[in-house]
């Protein structure tokens, strides 16, 4: 384990070319600005982004609009392979089960174990599924990421939405504009 003397000083502060070795746990806006604001105060310093969808940096809100058509996934990606790499910031896809802070090691999914100096977890928020009957339903889905947009593009008979927020003002119309809207 490294000592942990090395990145926080007598004052407390984070002190400037430590060569630390940072883990953030979030690929969200989040944990991209954070992993920039360590390398600027840390050149030096080892920078893993993990998480668990493992693609570059996308925008969430734009889900909306590619559910209805109005914008092709790729125009989602706000960074790319090379941004990281001008970072020095090393991307990992995975998902983290428990986190030992007295080891300071985390637990993947698939067993692995990652050190850390200084951990950051930038995990965003999920979607609360009401306490309804059908929930459990195969179809009854949420628009948190990628995948799920994916997933509800997948042709389907029918669907509905459930919410009051502002993606289900936006979707209804892209939905028929996909031309998957049924009745008047
Ligand atoms: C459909 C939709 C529309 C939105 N519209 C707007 C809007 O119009 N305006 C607005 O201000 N905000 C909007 N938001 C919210 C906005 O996207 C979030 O506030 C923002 O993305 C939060 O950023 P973040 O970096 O904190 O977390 P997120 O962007 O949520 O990123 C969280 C990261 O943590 C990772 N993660 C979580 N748990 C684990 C784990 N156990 N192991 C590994 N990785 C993990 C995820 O893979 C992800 O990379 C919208 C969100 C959605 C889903």
Redesign the pocket.
């Known amino acids: 384990m490294t000592d942990n003397s090395r990145l926080v000083g007598q004052t407390g502060k984070v002190t400037a070319e430590m060569g630390g070795n940072y883990l953030i ?9 954070a992993a920039g604001a360590i390398r600027e105060r840390d050149p030096l310093g080892e920078i893993t982004i ?5 693609t570059a940096l996308y ?6 609009y590619l559910l209805t058509g109005a914008v092709p996934e790729r125009s989602l990606f706000a960074r790319g392979d090379e941004d990281y790499r001008r970072l020095g910031v090393r991307r990992l896809a ?4 428990s986190i030992d802070p007295q080891t300071r090691r985390l637990q ?2 698939d067993g692995r174990l990652l050190g850390y100096d200084a951990l950051l977890l ?6 609360i599924l009401p306490d309804v009957p059908g929930i459990e339903l195969d179809g009854v889905v949420t ?3 990628l995948a ?2 994916r997933r509800i593009l997948r042709p389907r008979r029918r669907g509905g939405l459930s919410g009051t ?3 289900c003002g936006q979707a209804p119309p892209g939905r028929g504009g996909r031309g998957r809207r049924r009745g008047p």
């Open positions: 746990v979030g690929n969200g806006p989040a944990g991209y600005a993990l998480s668990h969808e493992g925008s969430r809100p734009g889900l909306a995975a998902r983290v089960n993947l999914h930038a995990t965003g928020a999920r979607a628009l948190d990421t799920d947009a927020g502002l993606f």
